[in-house]
DNA sequence: GTCTATAACCGGATAGAC
DNA sequence: GTCTATCCGGTTATAGAC
């Protein structure tokens, strides 16, 4: 069940030579219609070669997020070491993801709804996926901390992993988008950084001071109590 | 793909064995674990004659979902008729899911990703599910047409459709939940569903005006345009 | 036309020899 | 580390029974 690490300079090879034409591959056929006959073929290699180096299919899905985060990561560097407004630094972040994923759009679906599967080994709470999870939660982290804006600590504390939360929901809402150019996927983006950054400044009024105390103490409770 | 309805008497007594031994099974040992052919062999009748009735293993989760909601439709019928406040109905509905579901948590992982699947007939945003969606949807409306809280009518419209999402979101929770008599889960209802009810009363404020009204124009838009 | 059964297909996964 | 052979379970084709 663990990820297996090549040993020797031609095992690097073959997992490499693998997981390539998995990637090609889920892009021209999609998940469900790349088979792992069909990669192992591409390959060169026998179907059980390519057991030895993923364990299982969805494991080759978790490479492929990998993949993906950091073409993401690399994309929004300029942004990100120029720009100080939160709700650019934001926005630009999030339009960076759908574009990033965009070649994949229509693998998406499955792939979304393995990594959801709390039995799947890539559920993202807890798992071989949790390190690359905390690599993404850590980029919103640096989307926030590089900005201006000043952000209440209670608030700062919480925030990348609740930006995390809603670049999945953003993406669930662009698997299901087939606007020309997934334009909705952008307006509903740019509607709802804006919205994020307003709720932040909100936050601080006097009245919403009980709410946000409460909201922010059971996010808290809920990530940092075990199994759950 | 679509729903085999019986013709003759002989066939709607073949039907419900089919889905009896199923959910037997679901419980009994998990959705993975059921076969389609164990659900044949259980029930006395042939492979090929369990496809006649169910054209998938997935339908068949769309029943059990049926049926989970039937109960929990019965189960708060009492409290929607005698209870008046909002917060009370909301915790008590919620409360009544989960308790509901317990004998299926084991299964509900499974389930749960399968229904998320965009590329699934059980997804619940359009698809064979979706009337089934709608009568969740409008037993939410009940949980709040019901009660004597005084809401806006724009919230209102858009109300039980979040409140639907809502139940979703604790199902999520409840089924990564280990503890003991799953109090967390409980303990997060009691908390959530006291927060809906106080951010309600709370959007009246003149200073929430402008977000609210985005917020629910946002809802409204993503909901209302098709595809997305 | 409605139901049931048998036999096969397909693809993910595993065992075990080399 | 690589292969071949095999298992297992969802699904389908199709022939016959009522």
Redesign the interface.
């Known amino acids: 069940m663990a990820i297996e690490v090549p040993k020797t300079r031609r095992g690097e090879t073959s997992r490499a030579a693998i997981l390539n034409a998995a990637l090609d591959l889920f892009q021209e056929r999609g998940y469900?219609a790349t088979t792992m006959r069909s990669i192992a073929e591409r390959t060169g290699v026998s179907l059980g070669s390519s057991y030895h180096y993923f364990p299982s299919k969805e494991h080759l899905v978790l490479e492929f997020y990998r993949h993906t985060h950091e073409l993401h990561a690399a994309a929004i560097a300029p942004l990100l070491s120029r720009e100080k407004d939160l709700a650019t630094r934001l926005r630009g972040t999030i339009r960076a993801v759908v574009v990033t994923c965009e070649p994949f759009h229509a693998v998406a679906?499955?792939i979304?709804?393995?990594v959801?599967?709390?039995?799947?080994p890539l559920n993202p709470?807890g798992g071989v996926a949790k390190p690359l999870r905390d690599e993404v939660v850590q980029l919103y982290a640096d989307v926030v901390s590089g900005s201006d804006a000043r952000i209440p600590a209670d608030i700062a504390e919480m925030l990348p992993l609740m930006l995390w939360l809603y670049q999945m929901g953003i993406l669930?809402?662009w698997?299901?988008?087939?606007?020309p150019g997934r334009l909705?996927?952008l307006e509903?983006i740019d509607?709802?950084t804006d919205?994020i950054v307003?709720?932040i400044s909100?936050a601080n009024?006097p009245?919403?001071r009980g709410?946000r105390k409460?909201?922010l103490g059971?996010i808290k409770d809920?990530v940092e109590?075990p199994?759950?």
Do not use: K, M
């Not at 959801?116 to 799947?120: E, G, H």
């Open positions: 469900e679906g499955s979304f709804s393995t959801a599967n709390p039995a799947s709470f669930y809402f698997i299901f988008d087939r606007s909705r996927t509903v509607e709802t919205l307003r709720l909100l009024l009245v919403l709410s409460r909201i059971l809920i109590r199994q759950g």
